[in-house]
């Protein structure tokens, strides 16, 4: 099996699993996000739908929707990112997480947008 393909999958899996526990267990992901921003229950559920339909996204065989999905995965990770500092910032809120950890995941983030890109996007052949 190819590696993009094999990524693919495991992106699938990796964001429906994550969009899945918004709703599953709301309140980590309630922690995570920052005061300033309204409705934040709203919001978790919000992003967390947007995951599942990007990892499911991700599996669909014609190119230019799974192109779609990356592109939607790569802006939610963007949206997400402030939720990701608030948790670095705060880690008295995540004791079950090492601070390291929550600082190691901020530059993840670009690693995870630049493999959804990677992963999504058409080869010469399929566009």
């Known amino acids: 099996m190819k590696?993009?393909?094999?990524?693919?999958?495991?992106?699938?899996?990796?964001?429906?699993?994550?969009?899945?526990?918004?709703?599953?267990?709301?309140?980590?992901?309630?922690?995570?996000?920052?005061?300033?921003?309204?409705?934040?229950?709203?919001?978790?559920?919000?992003?967390?739908?947007?995951?599942?339909?990007?990892?499911?996204?991700?599996?669909?065989?014609?190119?230019?929707?799974?192109?779609?999905?990356?592109?939607?995965?790569?802006?939610?990770l963007i949206a997400v990112f402030p939720a990701n500092i608030n948790m670095a910032l705060n880690p008295q809120l995540f004791k079950e997480i090492p601070p390291v950890v929550l600082y190691c995941r901020l530059p993840l983030q670009l690693l995870f947008i630049l493999w959804v890109r990677w992963a999504s996007k058409p080869t010469v052949s399929q566009a």
Not at 16 to 36: E, L
Not at 65 to 71: E, V
């Open 3 to 76: 590696i993009k393909v094999v990524s693919i999958y495991l992106l699938a899996l990796f964001f429906s699993f994550a969009g899945v526990m918004h709703f599953v267990n709301p309140d980590v992901f309630m922690r995570a996000m920052p005061p300033y921003l309204p409705y934040p229950l709203e919001l978790v559920f919000i992003s967390g739908v947007f995951e599942i339909l990007g990892g499911v996204g991700l599996l669909a065989p014609w190119p230019k929707l799974r192109a779609a999905a990356g592109i939607g995965l790569i802006a939610l």
